[in-house]
Every structure is written in structure tokens, then in C-alpha cells.
């Protein structure tokens, strides 16, 4: 099957006084159609730069994108008009994200009216099919956001996202707003849209409770780079990079008998402005050497395993 989106080499830099910040720096990956792809790390890893530049939120500095096996790296205006179409995103406030003079029903709405292709009356029932399918009553169409609570916010982003049809859609940390019991209701109502119109997921989130639930790959980030990318399953059963492992040990356990070894990063976080060449995990690792000083190259350690680690095989034989 050939991949719905292709990323290669893909770079974002912000210049600063102090020089060049590598925000994102040399990913590269693909994603299938109806699939999901988890991206993980702490904040500032770089993950929701990612999401964006990949949807030209935010223009990259280099690398390739490609879609449908159409290269967007560079994507004229009207070329990115028809990309907006194809390739959503869904935002991590759903407060900030919405305008507050809106209803529910005109927020739906106005990506329709932009895209121009329905008559008013195709609108409003296009608006109302939306609202239903995603759990929002009839009754809600004239209230604005801050007559609703969090979950509902989120249902209305989700309408709207989805609104044009899209086949790629960027999730921001969608539920780290909302409560525990609306998280759960959230994402199995992205899994039940994914199932139904083929969706494909870029799921950007640091909770990796929730990421092991929805994805079917999961890529690991430090400060800008992926250090780690596995299917969820395997990632989680054999964790290779030294950041995964301690990452996966700070998961909560219910397991009071069995309790699990927290693994606690030390030393000073690697600045990411013009980073020196090789690992940048280096500083807090506790398995680093001057080897780690040369650059780490993304390896195929197993089907579909890869890691950007020197050190990963002495590690699994200590």
C-alpha cells in the first residue's frame, strides 16, 4: 500500500539573537490512509512544530512533503487551497480556538461558505449531518463556546475539521483540555470517524496512556529529532532509546505489588539553539560516552524499529 503522506528530511529553524533554534531537524516518516501515528515527547520536543509544518501552518526551512504522491513541499496558492481541503487540523485549546462571536452552527459552517461548492440550503443540512455526527444536539447550534463546556467545545473543533472531508488530520494534544471521562469520550469518537471515513491521524500528544490507546505507530521526539519510531505494541514491550525508557517509566502503575522502576533523567536539557553535532539526549543520559559526541543515525534495529542510538545494544545486554 502506498503511503497517503510521505515526510522527508523535513527541517524547521527560527532565528533568534542567539542564533538558529532547531525546532524540527531532519524527520522523516510516512503514513498510510485510516492509520494513526502517535508523536510523543516533552514539551518543547518540537512535536506540534511538526504537525504544522507538515500542514504549512508554518512554512519549513527544508525538506520534502509529499501527499497522495503529490509533492506539496512548495505548494502554490492554489495548490494549498486544495491542500486545506485534504488536510485538517484539530486544536489543543478548543476554547482559544473558536470564535467567541460564533455559534456552533456558523463556526461549522464557514469553512463551507469559504470553499464555496454548496448552495445555503446544502449548507445548513451539511451543518446539522456534522453536528449529529459528532454528538452535538440540535439544540446547541445558536449557543456560542462559552455556554459550553470543554467536550462540546472539542466536538464543535472536530465538525469543523471535518467539514471538507479531509483524509490527514493533524490532533493537537486534542483531550489534554478536558477531563478524564470526556478524553474517553473524545477518543473513541475519533477512533469511530477514523473507522467510518478512512481518516489518518497525526496524534501529537505527551500523555502516552492515551497515544498506546489510539496509535498504531508511535514516534519518540528530543528537542527536535526523532530519536525512536516503532508500531504501539512494540514500542511500549521493548523501549530502545534511553529518553523512551525513562518516558515509559513514568507511566502511573494500579499494580501496588509489582511497583515500577522510575527511571530519573539528570543532568541540564541540550540547548536548541545551534545544538553541537551528535546525541542531544547526551546530557542526561546515563549511558553516554564520547561515542554519543558523533552523530546518532536513525537505524532499523528490528521490522519496523527504529532508533537513533549508539548505545541501545550494550543497554539491552546490561
Not at 507511566?251 to 553535532?277: A, F, Y
Not at 546515563?286 to 549508539?310: K, T
Request: glycine share 6%; net charge neutral.
Amino acid at each position: 500500500m502506498s503511503a497517503l503522506l510521505e515526510v522527508k528530511n523535513l527541517r524547521k529553524y527560527f532565528k533568534n539573537k542567539a542564533g538558529m533554534l532547531h525546532a524540527v531537524d531532519d524527520v522523516t516518516f510516512t503514513l498510510e490512509a485510516g492509520k494513526t501515528l502517535g508523536v510523543v515527547g516533552e514539551s518543547g520536543c518540537g512535536k506540534t512544530t511538526l504537525g504544522r509544518t507538515v500542514l504549512h501552518v508554518i512554512e519549513p526551512t527544508s525538506g520534502d512533503i509529499s501527499f497522495e504522491g503529490s509533492d506539496i513541499s512548495n505548494p502554490t496558492k492554489k495548490e494549498l487551497k486544495h491542500m486545506r481541503e485534504q488536510m485538517q487540523l484539530i486544536f489543543q485549546d478548543p476554547y482559544s480556538s473558536l470564535n467567541p462571536r460564533m455559534s456552533v452552527s456558523e463556526t461549522i459552517m464557514e469553512p463551507l461558505i469559504l470553499q464555496g461548492k454548496l448552495k445555503k440550503a446544502e449548507i445548513r443540512a451539511e451543518t446539522k449531518k456534522l453536528m449529529d455526527t459528532v454528538g452535538l444536539a440540535e439544540r446547541f447550534e445558536n449557543s456560542y463556546p462559552h455556554e459550553l463546556d470543554g467536550g462540546r467545545r472539542q466536538r464543535i473543533g472536530i465538525a469543523r475539521a471535518l467539514s471538507l472531508q479531509p483524509k490527514f488530520i493533524v490532533c493537537d494534544e486534542p483531550v489534554s483540555a478536558l477531563d478524564v471521562s470526556i478524553q474517553a469520550q473524545i477518543i473513541n469518537l475519533m477512533l469511530d470517524l477514523q473507522e467510518a471515513r478512512g481518516l489518518a491521524y497525526m496524534f501529537v500528544t505527551h500523555d502516552l496512556s492515551v497515544v498506546k490507546y489510539i496509535s498504531d505507530d508511535i514516534m519518540v521526539m528530543y528537542l527536535g529529532q526523532m530519536v525512536e519510531k516503532a508500531a504501539s505494541d512494540e514500542l511500549f514491550r521493548n523501549p530502545r532509546h534511553p529518553y523512551t525508557q525513562a518516558l515509559l517509566s513514568a507511566i502511573p502503575s494500579l499494580d501496588v505489588r509489582n511497583k515500577k522502576k522510575r527511571i530519573i533523567m539528570q543532568g541540564e536539557i541540550t540547548s536548541p539553539i545551534n545544538p553541537k553535532p551528535g546525541c542531544r539526549f547526551m546530557a542526561r543520559c546515563m549511558y553516554a560516552s564520547e561515542e554519543c559526541g558523533s552523530p546518532q543515525i536513525l537505524e532499523e534495529d528490528a521490522p519496523n524499529h527504529f532508533v537513533a542510538c549508539c548505545k541501545y545494544k550494550t543497554m539491552t545486554q546490561n
